[in-house]
Nanobody, 123 residues
Framework: QEQLVESGGGLVQAGDSLRLSCAAS????????MGWFRQAPGKEREFVAA????????YYADSVKGRFTISRDNAKNTVYLQMNSLKPEDTAVYYC????????????????WGPGTQVTVSS
């Protein structure tokens, strides 16, 4: 089974940037579609971004389009989320996810989830 660990979260001011990383310990990373979800206190988990196993297609939530960029490096078994122009409403725990099917990643039912990393944006 694939094991996922996020890193790169922290406390920043509005307008700042962060880059999150997700490292996979499995040996089939290149076979998976990858994505990011987030959950703020008192709210449901929401889709943020996804990328197919061959990096041909990417998908973004309307709330982050133009500000966030998802990418992957299969040689390093790592997926990234570059977050620019951060807003206080971006504050949440961010989760890395993986599945063989990109539709399962987009629909929020991927088989593998990381433990999450906290992102806090102050005004």
């Amino acid at each position: 089974q694939e094991q996922l660990v996020e890193s790169g979260g922290g406390l920043v001011q509005a307008g700042d940037s962060l880059r999150l990383s997700c490292a996979a310990s499995g040996r089939a990373f290149s076979s998976y579609s990858m994505g990011w979800f987030r959950q703020a206190p008192g709210k449901e988990r929401e889709f943020v971004a996804a990328i197919t196993r061959n990096s041909v297609s990417t998908y973004y939530a309307d709330s982050v389009k133009g500000r966030f960029t998802i990418s992957r490096d299969n040689a390093k078994n790592t997926v990234y989320l570059q977050m620019n122009s951060l807003k206080p409403e971006d504050t949440a725990v961010y989760y890395c996810v993986a599945d063989f099917l990109p539709t399962k990643v987009r629909d929020g039912i991927p088989v593998y989830w990381g433990p999450g990393t906290q992102v806090t944006v102050s005004s």
